[in-house]
């Protein structure tokens, strides 16, 4: 199976080569790329910022435990994290989903418990880095409007009409209807309704 390039990577953490060819030739049945690491300081070393899809990580290895590197993650990563252990207890599975962790499972993982697993951490990574995108790109159109423009934003996410607007800021309501279309046409918004959805929780608007 080929697949693509640009889609999204599961990152495999753990010391022992043979659990990772075994998750990488796993994931690859489902078309999921993946990347081993034997050696999780070189990987937090080497991870960027930009990554998307999920880790799966093994509590128990040489140097660093996995929890720990849980813990290195959350400050520099929004990635989550599937926990791997051979040595499952109530006091690990507790720290490891206070640290984050998404899921938590038991070596040897069952084939599909793991898949279903990771596909639902790569899902809510690419539906999180989607959501971003979308608010930086509003955000990025919100600074095109001038100072007015946005003043009459705010007064028409509040329900404010024309007249109620032009009064006021002392305008025409003329003018306001030539605001508000520069509004429209600047976020490149079809309707009231898409202005509202996509802007109203960008503004802090203060009551009117």
């Known amino acids: 199976m080929s697949i693509p390039a640009h889609s999204p990577l599961v990152y495999l953490v753990d010391d022992d080569e043979a659990v990772r060819d075994g998750l990488a030739l796993l994931l690859r049945s489902v078309g999921l790329r993946s990347e081993g690491h034997c050696d999780p300081q070189a990987f937090l070393a080497a991870l ?20 720990d590197v849980l813990d290195r993650l959350a400050a520099c990563s929004d990635l ?4 791997l252990t051979g040595h499952a207890n ?8 206070k640290g984050g962790a998404m899921e938590f499972l038991q070596k040897p993982v069952d084939d599909d418990v793991f898949l279903d697993a990771v596909q639902a951490a790569v899902r809510s990574h690419v539906a999180s880095r989607e ?3 979308v608010t930086q ?10 100072g ?5 934003l705010v007064r028409i996410v509040q329900g404010l009409s024309n007249k109620e607007i032009a009064r006021e800021f002392e305008l025409s309501p003329r003018t306001v209807e030539t605001y508000r279309a520069n509004v429209f046409a600047k976020l490149e918004a079809d309707s009231l309704a898409q202005l ?11 009551s009117p």
Do not use: K, N, W
Not at 48 to 67: E, N, Y
Not at 80 to 83: A, G, K, L, R
Not at 148 to 152: F, G, K, N, P, S
């Open 48 to 67: 960027s910022a930009q990554a998307v899809g999920c880790v799966v990580l093994d509590i128990r290895m040489p140097g660093i435990g996995g929890l």
């Open 196 to 206: 509202i959805r996509q802007y109203a929780s960008l503004l802090d608007a203060p």
């Open 137 to 146: 790109a509003a955000t990025e159109r919100l600074a095109r409007l001038s």
């Open 90 to 97: 109530v006091d690990l599975c507790r720290r490891a989903f």
């Open 131 to 133: 959501r971003q995108a």
């Open 148 to 152: 007015r423009e946005r003043d009459v």
């Open 80 to 83: 989550p994290v599937v926990m």
